[in-house]
Each structure stands twice: as structure tokens, then as C-alpha cells.
């Protein structure tokens, strides 16, 4: 296995939404999502909760089509079990947030840039959390032939290699990808794999393939952390 030289192109900032408890725009190579937080309120009688938080998350896409829809209730659900785990629901019973996310440009890696943003948002918000996550989405090339070992790279879409954001990568290629969140922890690289909180894969995966990518995200997470900090920074130093 081996894993192909690549840089990870990411820009954040936080309070970009005026109306929210806590917002963040993220841009992973040419993939931007906005996400807000909106509450704690009080929640609805329906959906009240005596012992923990309750949390509703939204994400929208760039277009309304039936697949897209369905595409981003998918994402809404990984993001959903992600927060549930991340945050402390039990100092926040009969309360309600929402976390809405708006994919502004949709160029690949999106559910982990959908990741990252609502963790920053998170962080903006205040709302007290167990840990933080980075998340990133990486692609496996199968090799030609079985002298060859596979690659893994991370994800990223260039806008000139498609000719729509939604368009579907090359066919001839045989590319399988996973994307994966990992936690802010000091464990090591030979223990990546305990790092790992969220993961979904596009296609199957070996159990040593998907312990190469958690070592490969292990070694590339730490930028995405200290871009956090960078911001956290940036808010404190404008209060």
C-alpha cells in the first residue's frame, strides 16, 4: 500500500452568520459549506426531551432534485449520530438546537466538509462538547494488476475535471473512497484506527485497507485541528 503525495487544501472561519448561536464556513478544495447553529431554545412539546438535548440537523445542497434530496439526507444522518457523540445532551434536557448546513459549492469530499463545518460551528456555539473531530475523505485506486499495491489520496475534484459539480467522476477509473472523522486525542499513529469516531465508505473495504486510511487521515488531521485553533484564535483576539 502507499499513499500518494497531497496536500490538504482547507480554509475556515467562524461568526459568519450574525443570527446564529455559532457559525462556520469551510472550504475543502473547491467543496464550501456554511453551517449555523441556532439555540439552545426550548423545544417543542413533540420532540421535548426530559434528559438530554435535542438536536436537528438540516442539510441542504446546491440543487432541489430528487437524487440530491436523497443524497443529502444521507449526510444529514452521518452528521446527526457525529453530534450526538460529540456533545454533552445531558447539561441541556428539554432544550433544542438546530444545525443547519448549506452546501454553497459541492466539488467532492462533501460529507467530511459537511463534517468539519458543523464541528466548528459547534465550537463557535459554545455549547459544551466531549471532543472535537477533523474529517477528510480519501480514495482507494484499485490497482491494474496484482503486482501492484493500491493508492490511497485524499479526495479533491478540481471544477475543470468536471463538468457539473454532480457530475459522476471518471468511470474508467475503479476508485473506491471512505471518509472518515477523527477525534482530537493524543494517541499514535500505530493506534490510529482508536481515533476514529465516524467512518462511510463508497464501495468495500479490507479490514488492512481501512486501517491504512486511519493511519493516512492520523497523519493529515492535525492540520485541519491546528486550522481550528487558528480560528478560535482569530474570534477571541476580535471580542
Known amino acids: 500500500m502507499r499513499n500518494s503525495d497531497c496536500e490538504l ?18 472550504q475543502m478544495g473547491h467543496t464550501v459549506v456554511l453551517a449555523g447553529v441556532h439555540g439552545p431554545a426550548e423545544a417543542r412539546v413533540t420532540q421535548q426531551n426530559y434528559r438530554e438535548l435535542v438536536i436537528d440537523v438540516r442539510v441542504m445542497g446546491v440543487t432541489s432534485r430528487p437524487c440530491e434530496k436523497e443524497r443529502m439526507s444521507g449526510i444529514e444522518k452521518i452528521v446527526s449520530n457525529s ?13 433544542a438546537i438546530t ?7 459541492d466539488f467532492g469530499a462533501t460529507t ?33 494488476t496484482e503486482e501492484e499495491d493500491f493508492e490511497a489520496k485524499l479526495e479533491g475534484i478540481t471544477p475543470s475535471a468536471k463538468e457539473h459539480p454532480l457530475t459522476v467522476q471518471d468511470e474508467n477509473k475503479c476508485e473506491r473512497s471512505v471518509t472518515l472523522a477523527l477525534r482530537n486525542s493524543s494517541v499514535t499513529s500505530d493506534d490510529a484506527k482508536a481515533q476514529v469516531v465516524t467512518s462511510h465508505c463508497a464501495g468495500s473495504l479490507t479490514e488492512e485497507e481501512f486501517e491504512f486510511c486511519a493511519f493516512f487521515a492520523h497523519e493529515i488531521v492535525g492540520t485541519i485541528f491546528d486550522k481550528y485553533k487558528q ?9
Not at 444545525?99 to 459549492?105: A, E, N, P, S
Not at 480560528?231 to 471580542?239: R, T
Open 231 to 239: 480560528c478560535l484564535k482569530a474570534k477571541l483576539i476580535s471580542v
Open 112 to 144: 467530511a466538509c459537511c463534517l468539519n463545518a458543523a464541528c466548528l460551528a459547534l465550537i463557535d456555539s459554545g455549547l459544551q462538547m466531549k471532543y472535537t473531530i477533523a474529517a477528510l475523505s480519501i480514495s482507494l485506486t484499485v490497482p491494474e
Open 99 to 105: 444545525l443547519t448546513l448549506q452546501i454553497i459549492q
Open 9 to 26: 487544501k482547507l480554509s475556515c472561519e467562524m461568526c459568519t452568520l450574525s443570527r446564529s448561536a455559532g457559525s462556520a464556513k469551510v
Open 83 to 95: 453530534v450526538h457523540n460529540m456533545l454533552i445532551l445531558t447539561n441541556y434536557p428539554r432544550l
